[in-house]
């Protein structure tokens, strides 16, 4: 059983950065792909990055280029720059874990953290 927390969330102004961190209680946190989600109000969640066991990562178009995922596997922790924060990156942001490889998928995903807030003012 894996269980994830969020945090780092907040409120920023549009240019903005934050990062969320996600700490993971699994024994085997390396051998996880973890992975970032969003659910902005009335959307669907979408997602965002993921970093594979190997630490390999993918990126939503929308977020390439300002957004970086990593982990440390010593913490047991996976994290997510945010910088050039946009409005439109106001969600709830969700922490997923699945074995080995990530995907795009959210229904591939079996664990998931209670999410976190980002709000960015424009």
């Known amino acids: 059983q894996v269980q994830l927390g969020e945090s780092g969330g907040g409120l920023v102004q549009a240019g903005g950065s934050l990062r969320l961190s996600c700490a993971a209680t699994?024994?085997?946190?390396?051998?996880?792909?973890m992975a970032w989600f969003r659910q902005a109000p009335g959307k669907e969640r979408e997602f965002v990055a993921v970093?594979?066991?190997?630490?390999?990562?993918t990126y939503a178009d929308s977020v390439k280029g300002r957004f970086t995922i990593s982990r440390d596997n010593d913490k047991n922790t996976v994290y997510l720059q945010m910088n050039s924060l946009k409005p439109e990156d106001t969600a709830v942001y969700y922490c997923?874990?699945?074995?080995?490889?990530?995907?795009?998928?959210?229904?591939?995903?079996?664990?998931w953290g209670q999410g976190t807030q980002v709000t960015v003012s424009s």
């Open positions: 997923a874990a699945r074995p080995l490889i990530g995907t795009m998928t959210e229904a591939n995903y079996s664990y």
């Open positions: 699994a024994r085997t946190f390396s051998s996880f792909a």
């Open positions: 970093i594979h066991w190997s630490g390999g990562t």
